[in-house]
Antibody, heavy 118, light 108 residues
């Protein structure tokens, strides 16, 4: 059974960089059949796609966040990561990693709350 | 940018049919997916590629997509179906994933 687990600091200061890692078990991120992505959800609000990475390293980003986001992968560790620069309070959210199969997300991590505050 | 619009809330009586809509320009030309999210939990895929049900999802969940509207239908709604529901589409022209704003389904 595929499992995804987010990890990283739960508190980030304004203007700094948010860094999260998603560790995948029960499957390989090197598979050519899937994309691996990040989605976030501010408290009490809806889901927002941040971006995805393909096994080849090709990345796709939400245009509204593209200037601040980098998604990368470490196939040796079966992990992929998110970096979001210059964060503000508006970036406070639960961050989910998920597997995208073509055009839908079929496996999700449990999510991790990241608060931006000094 | 592409946008998907959902009603903020839908109410249904137990045993009745609930319909949740998702509107977007030419949505019928894209694949729509639906997710159920209960408080404090991650979203769960309930419908993908317009009308397919993942393994383990009850048959009372069904979907359709045509024109500018995708619809999630829950037949014989149960109390356990009370949750937030999100639609999602993939815009292949710009490799962009978009979610609807979500609909809170209340079973009362």
């Amino acid at each position: 059974q595929l499992q995804l687990q987010e990890s990283g600091p739960g508190l980030v200061k304004p203007s700094e960089t948010l860094s999260l890692t998603c560790t995948v078990s029960g499957g390989s991120i090197s598979s050519s059949s899937y994309y691996w992505g990040w989605i976030r959800q501010p408290p009490g609000k809806g889901l927002e796609w941040i971006g995805s990475i393909f096994y080849s390293g090709t990345t796709y980003y939400n245009p509204t966040l593209k200037s601040r986001v980098t998604i990368s992968a470490d196939t040796s560790k079966n992990q992929f990561s998110l970096k979001l620069r210059s964060v503000t309070a508006a970036d406070t959210a639960v961050y989910y990693c998920a597997r995208r199969s073509s055009n839908y997300f079929d496996y999700w991590g449990q999510g991790t709350l990241v608060t931006v505050s000094s | 940018s592409y946008e998907l619009t959902q009603p903020p809330s839908v109410s249904v009586s137990p045993g009745q049919t609930a319909s949740i809509t998702c509107s977007g320009e030419k949505l019928g030309t894209k694949y729509a997916s639906w997710y159920q999210q209960k408080p404090g939990h991650s979203p769960v895929l309930v419908i993908y590629q317009d009308s397919k049900r993942p393994s383990g999802i009850p048959e009372r969940f069904s979907g359709s997509n045509s024109g500018n509207t995708a619809t999630l239908t829950i037949s014989g709604t149960q109390a356990m179906d009370e949750a937030d529901y999100y639609c999602q589409a993939w815009d292949s022209s710009i490799a962009y994933v978009v979610f609807g704003g979500g609909t809170k389904l209340t079973v009362l």
